[in-house]
């Protein structure tokens, strides 16, 4: 199945050059609902949408409805869109998988069908049957794969924005916004509303930033991290407390807060070294998260590197109860903050 860019597609809506077939998938959840819309909104005459639209659910799919609609002849001529949201393409049984691929193997000229698979993961190079079902649905399909932005990306597209709403954000306090705010498009420009609309029109600042957007679980758990190794006992607990209150899952905080104890392990075994905590990145996958061992240096300025282990030791044994000790989740999390905080304060 030919696998196009995003300009790619970009450039057939704009000619209004559809193929009759698309497949859209990816990690990217706002941007695979724009491009959809996107199609539907230009292959279909808007005054006709109630005629030429059809939107169907994958998960409780009419068969006979789907290719009705797709063989329809559209009203007053020009082109129908087909939408089928979802459809479990690797779990269906052989009988339905057949009906399914005589749709797709048919699709009309006047028809544009788009296979928006918003949650299914679509991995031909892992998966044989994803393999099987992209090579069925045939010579006339195109593929677009929409996956997370990079953080540079994103923060241009938050300068963008904020301009697009009458305010305005540096460069700088973009790429802070996403490193707290997290990848999520939608999510991201969520936030961004929010801000617009707190800040009114001006300048978006750092500490705007801070007030109004909602920390990502590990955005949040880093601070908790600067918090137990500065021994700031209060701050550490209200954190804790805003995660529960947030409802994090205990599981997930305890898997961020042992990957930053990790960096902080790694920098001071390459200290100790005679090193820089910088050279962790030439042994260990950290492109373009350099900035993690810079600050895994600083949060363990005040730490020994035993000190350090035995903080890993403690969130080991935690994690453990946390997944198999039936003892309350919120409890178990709060003894293991203490217990950091006490060999933080050890001199």
């Known amino acids: 199945m030919p696998q196009i860019t995003e300009n790619e597609l970009k450039q057939h809506i704009k000619s209004g050059g559809f193929a009759s077939l698309y497949m859209i998938c990816g990690e990217e959840s706002y941007l695979k609902a724009h491009y959809v819309n996107r199609i539907a909104e230009t292959a279909v005459d808007g005054a006709y949408a109630d005629f030429n639209l059809h939107r169907f659910d994958g998960e409780a799919l009419d068969f006979d409805a789907l290719s009705a609609a797709v063989e329809a002849y559209p009203m007053i001529g020009g082109r129908s869109c087909v939408i089928l949201k979802d459809a479990p393409l690797d779990a269906l ?193 950290y492109r373009g998260k350099e900035f993690r061992l810079r600050n895994a240096a600083r949060d363990s300025s005040r730490m020994s590197l035993a000190q350090v282990k035995e903080c890993l030791d403690e969130l080991s044994r935690t994690d453990g109860l946390l997944k198999g000790s039936g003892l309350d989740e919120k409890i178990v999390m709060e003894k293991c903050v203490a217990k950091l905080l006490l060999q933080s304060a050890k001199h």
């Not at 998966?127 to 996956?147: H, P, V, Y």
């Not at 609309?197 to 930033?209: L, Q």
């Open 93 to 285: 049984n052989k009988d339905d998988y057949a009906k399914l691929k005589s749709i797709f193997s048919d699709v009309p000229e006047t028809c544009v069908l788009v296979l928006w698979q918003n949650r299914a993961e679509v991995q031909p190079k892992k998966n044989a049957k994803w393999k099987s079902i992209l090579k069925d649905i045939g010579e006339r399909g195109m593929l677009l794969e929409l996956n997370r932005r990079t953080p540079g990306e994103l923060a241009r597209l938050i300068t963008s924005g904020a301009g697009k709403r009458g305010c305005s954000i540096s460069p700088g306090d973009a790429s802070y916004m996403v490193s707290i705010a997290g990848d999520d498009m939608t999510n991201l420009l969520g936030e961004l509303e929010k801000l617009c609309a707190y800040v009114g029109e001006g300048e978006i600042r750092r500490d705007d930033v801070d007030l109004i957007c909602v920390k990502t679980v590990e955005a949040a758990v880093f601070d908790l991290v600067k918090a137990l190794a500065q021994s700031d006992s209060g701050r550490a607990f209200h954190i804790l407390a805003t995660l529960f209150q947030q409802k994090a899952e205990p599981v997930v905080m305890m898997g961020a807060m042992i990957s930053a104890y990790v960096d902080m392990y790694r920098v001071k075994v390459c200290q100790a070294a005679g090193g820089r905590p910088e050279d962790a990145a030439k042994i260990f996958d």
